[in-house]
T-cell receptor
Framework: GQQVMQIPQYQHVQEGEDFTTYCNSS?????IQWYKQRPGGHPVFLIQ?????EVKKQKRLTFQFGEAKKNSSLHITATQTTDVGTYFC??????????FGPGTRLSVLP | DVKVTQSSRYLVKRTGEKVFLECVQD?????MFWYRQDPGLGLRLIYF???????EKGDIPEGYSVSREKKERFSLILESASTNQTSMYLC????????????FGSGTRLTVV
């Protein structure tokens, strides 16, 4: 079955540094989503990408979908303490349920 | 805003008890899902439903069942709770097809003793 992996598992950064998490699927995806889960909270939908090579931005967050539609990345510029949490990607293959990656836990040191 | 409400934030149950976890969404979503979340294992799909009276097994359905008698309500049932079912349970819903983001409930942290 489809598998979605994320690296790194953990990332500790100093406030102001950049952060990137990578998501890789074992199969081609039709669309990929990103979620953020704050400590003690639940996953919250951030964005969806559907086109090959697509890039979307939300303030300091930049999301990219790979050309082959098998990988994606989330980049945060100049991290802030409010960015702390676990970032999940989730991929779907043409109408199938989304499969979630294991997440990347981000810690931001002030 | 779409709201997904889970009936309990924390639950403590004894081994062998029958446990009901309730989830209600208020946006007329067709699709509803139950996940469990464990450290290092991410989100694992237990059961899902695309319509009333419809249910499908996810990746880890053993020891669980579900009920969807009304569109807005999706219940997860632990037939005979065991300690390895101690976990965070998350309910989610989204619109038809797999083209919309999931809205998650706040979760139920279940402890089986």
């Amino acid at each position: 079955g489809q598998q979605v992996m994320q690296i790194p598992q953990y990332q500790h950064v100093q406030e102001g540094e950049d952060f990137t998490t990578y998501c890789n699927s074992s199969t081609t995806l039709s669309n990929i989503q990103w979620y953020k889960q704050r400590p003690g909270g639940h996953p919250v939908f951030l964005i969806q990408l559907v086109k090959s090579g697509e890039v979307k931005k939300q303030k300091r967050l930049t999301f990219q979908f790979g050309e082959a539609k098998k990988n994606s990345s989330l980049h945060i510029t100049a991290t802030q303490t409010t960015d702390v949490g676990t970032y999940f990607c989730a991929g779907s293959n043409y109408g199938q349920n989304f499969v979630f990656g294991p997440g990347t836990r981000l810690s931001v040191l002030p | 805003d779409v709201k997904v409400t889970q009936s309990s934030r924390y639950l403590v149950k004894r081994t062998g008890e029958k446990v009901f976890l309730e989830c209600v969404q208020d946006m007329d979503h067709e699709n509803m899902f139950w996940y469990r979340q464990d450290p290092g294992l991410g989100l694992r799909l237990i059961y899902f439903s695309y319509d009333v009276k419809m249910k499908e097994k996810g990746d880890i359905p053993e020891g669980y069942s579900v009920s969807r008698e009304k569109k807005e309500r999706f219940s997860l049932i632990l037939e005979s709770a065991s300690t390895n079912q101690t976990s965070m349970y998350l309910c989610a819903s989204n619109g038809p097809g797999q083209v919309y983001g999931y809205t998650f409930g706040s979760g139920t942290r279940l402890t089986v003793v």
